[in-house]
């Protein structure tokens, strides 16, 4: 499995925020821009504590495991591939959903004068956050999981002497 990296993230949330800043310039000339929903920064927040609850849990099971404890659990390997694997697609759609938000937010900051715009740009913003938590908790259960390297494969064991 490869490690998400953080520029991929990045590069998702500043095209989708680019994106959704023109598409709702576009959408606000032609007519009324769609709003920002109230559960959006909930569900985002609600991903991100599932995620760093599941890490943190791993953590404490691994560790245990590690230090040979008798009462310890087993972390079943497929398990732990599919935490990572949800946490992965989860990073990606939350770039994806807190650049949309963040987009259409930064197109709302020019309008805060009007209360119902306020909102709307309180709710992207916080949508943002709650996504960046989202990326936050799954690059750490995507830590929590990652195998310790083999040194005799970095050091190429069939090396010339």
């Known amino acids: 499995?490869?490690?998400?990296?953080?520029?991929?993230?990045?590069?998702?949330?500043?095209?989708?925020?680019?994106?959704?800043?023109?598409?709702?310039?576009?959408?606000?000339?032609?007519?009324?821009?769609?709003?920002?929903?109230?559960?959006?920064?909930?569900v985002l927040a609600l991903i991100a504590v599932v995620l760093l609850s599941t890490a943190l849990s791993l953590r404490a099971r691994l560790k245990a495991q590690r230090e040979r404890r008798p009462e310890a659990k087993g972390v079943d390997p497929l398990m732990a591939a599919r935490a990572v694997v949800f946490g992965q697609a989860s990073a990606l759609v939350a770039a994806l959903v807190a650049g949309m938000y963040g987009g259409t937010g930064?197109?709302?900051?020019?309008?805060?004068?009007?209360?119902?715009?306020?909102?709307?740009?309180?709710?992207?913003?916080?949508?943002?956050?709650?996504?960046?938590?989202?990326?936050?908790?799954?690059?750490?259960?995507?830590?929590?999981c990652k195998l310790p390297e083999d040194d005799d494969h970095d050091k190429g064991a069939a090396s010339p002497a």
């Open 106 to 144: 930064v197109f709302l900051l020019e309008s805060l004068d009007i209360p119902a715009r306020r909102d709307q740009a309180i709710y992207a913003g916080f949508s943002v956050l709650a996504g960046i938590a989202v990326i936050a908790s799954a690059l750490f259960l995507e830590h929590v």
């Open 1 to 42: 499995m490869r490690e998400l990296h953080i520029r991929v993230l990045a590069g998702v949330f500043v095209v989708a925020g680019v994106l959704s800043w023109a598409g709702a310039r576009l959408w606000n000339s032609i007519g009324t821009l769609p709003s920002v929903p109230l559960a959006a920064p909930i």
